[in-house]
């Protein structure tokens, strides 16, 4: 009997033991799961933050690389791919754009030329920079600057400086006289206008004129001395006056598509010379025998 009581004291010990060891088990699984769960759920909610978060990012497109342009390596130097601020080149931002400048004198069609140039959808010319003062005294600074930008010239002069005299004294007369209704014009858009203004007659100084035709010729000369090492082209007033193909040239030169240029500018001082010139008889006389007599007998019609 004694045996008996002592299995069945041993047999529930086991029983007892059992379940103890079960209910640990059990509670350890529990645990693990619980743990299991919180950390997949704390998961679960990382990703949902961070995707919830997509919509207010800042994403920057990453922008294609401009393929290289189709030219000659001499022509590296003078393409560039602007990034302005003001405004976005969009669909034009592969296209290479060329930095150009005009060298002129005061009253030298510069004006008149440029009017053409804007007349194209590919150029931008955006008035006069340098006093040629200022670019003789610093050339080589700016020769300088040319040559690192890659910035090309367009020279422009008159052939004709006893034109360009008259001109010059013509639009200095009316800055104060201001003939077309109280206000000064440099250039005008109707015949009209241009007749108003040619009827002023300008005196000239005949004892001066020979040396202020030589320095405006020994400036010419060395200005085209200062920037050869640029890349440049030499234009005319007279030859675009007269050959409008001329304004190809520069087209060519500024590796733009031909267009037909347009201006709306209207030439003041046409004809002879003689009827622009108050004291034409003393001009002709000091002229005759000079290197300059040329001056007072070429014309042209347009």
Known sequence: MADDLSSFAKDALLVK???SSTLVWRLIVLTLAMVSGVYICSICLKQIGT???IGFLDIKVVQKPCPEPNIEPWEIPFVHYPHPKTYSRAECACHPVRYFAILSMQRSGSGWFETFLNSHANISSNGEIFSVKGLMQHHEEIAEYFRIHG???IFLFRRNLLRRMVSVLANEYDRNAKLLNGTHKSHVHSPKEAEILAKYKPTINS???IAQLKQVNETTTKALEYFKSTRHIILYYEDIVKNRTKLRDVQDFLKVPQMDLKSRQVKIHK???SSQVENWND???????TP????IHEDYRR
């Open 51 to 53: 995707s919830s978060k």
């Open 17 to 19: 033991g059992l379940k």
């Open 207 to 209: 004892t001066l004129l």
């Open 283 to 289: 001009i002709s006389k000091a002229l005759t025998g």
């Open 292 to 295: 300059y007599e040329s001056f």
């Open 271 to 273: 004809g002879s010379l």
């Open 151 to 153: 910035v090309s010239l």
